[in-house]
């Protein structure tokens, strides 16, 4: 069996061959064209590419596909299939996945980007083993997902997992309202615990324009400023990580996104969801993602693993 997966990001699009044990065989990335019909093209051409390479090396001529898995920023409706919610907004409205399916003319599963992640690192990537897991992508924005007894948490609307779009939890009397956010609400997780967020906190408490990882290279520097943004960061993410431990009370937490790979985030997190966690004891795995930047593509292929607890409940999309 050969797994293709598509991870669909706001300037990149990756796809991706896997065999049944999870080895690359093929792997391409394009730039985002930054229009639908284009990215649609795109993504075609990207499934032709990485499936010929991989029959190729692998002499696997007769070898089936049974479908395209796809991460994509948003979510389907599982009444309509229309996209929602996503920040890449020209796909807002659209039937992404019936015009995938359309233009590769074989079946497509779609899901959240953060989904994809969770799913690759559920099944053989950081947390392996984990009966449950959350994952929380801070990056640009701030996207989660979950995976429960070895499945993907979807949830009757599509919607589970939307971390970034909660209010940040307990917040301080400077946090209120909090800042736009592009979903139309003020103060989500979003405009606080992510790199845009951070470096916007930062600039507002310094009057100083940097980017998140300058901010941290002049943490490690001693600059009182960007210890205190990063202080503040810390609190705002160990507060998320303790509203969604007394939601749902994962094994693990993976990271991903560019502020995971910050070390001393796994460090010091623990102290700050301890202040706030409903218990008089807390510990769960606190680990980035395995598989890097490449993680979602691996769990986009992975929606149509078969023979797994892993694999999906796939909503019936109407027209589908």
Known sequence: MLYIGIDFGGTKI?????????????????????????????????????EHQARISAGMRSVQVPGIGIGAPGSPSPRTGIIRNSNATWLNGRAFRDDLEVALERPVRLTNDANCLALSEAMDGAAA??????????????????????RLI???NGLAGEIGHMSLPWPASDETPGPACWCGQRGCIETWVSGTGFARD????TG????????ITLM??????????????????GRT????????????????????????????????????VFSDHWEAKLVPARWGDTSGVRGAAYLWRQGTALA???PTFAGA
Do not use: M, W
Request: net charge negative; proline share 4%.
């Open 14 to 50: 990756e796809a991706a061959a896997l065999d049944e044990n999870g080895q690359y065989l093929a792997r391409e990335r394009r730039p985002n064209p930054g229009s639908y019909d284009a990215a649609i093209v795109t993504i075609r051409e990207l499934v032709e590419s990485v």
């Open 129 to 150: 083993g984990c009966h449950s897991v959350a994952a929380i992508i801070i990056g640009t924005g701030c996207g989660g997902g979950l995976v429960a007894g070895q």
């Open 208 to 215: 100083r324009a940097l980017k998140s990882e300058e901010i």
């Open 312 to 314: 999906p409940e796939v």
């Open 220 to 237: 490690r520097e001693g600059d009182q400023g960007a210890i205190e943004a990063f202080e503040r960061l810390l609190s705002r993410l």
């Open 241 to 276: 990580v303790a509203a969604i431990t007394n939601l749902f009370d994962p094994d693990a937490f993976v990271f991903g996104g560019g502020l995971s790979n910050v070390a001393e985030l796994y460090e010091r997190l623990p102290a700050y969801v301890n202040s706030y």
């Open 202 to 205: 930062f600039q507002a408490q």
């Open 154 to 156: 979807d949830g009757a």
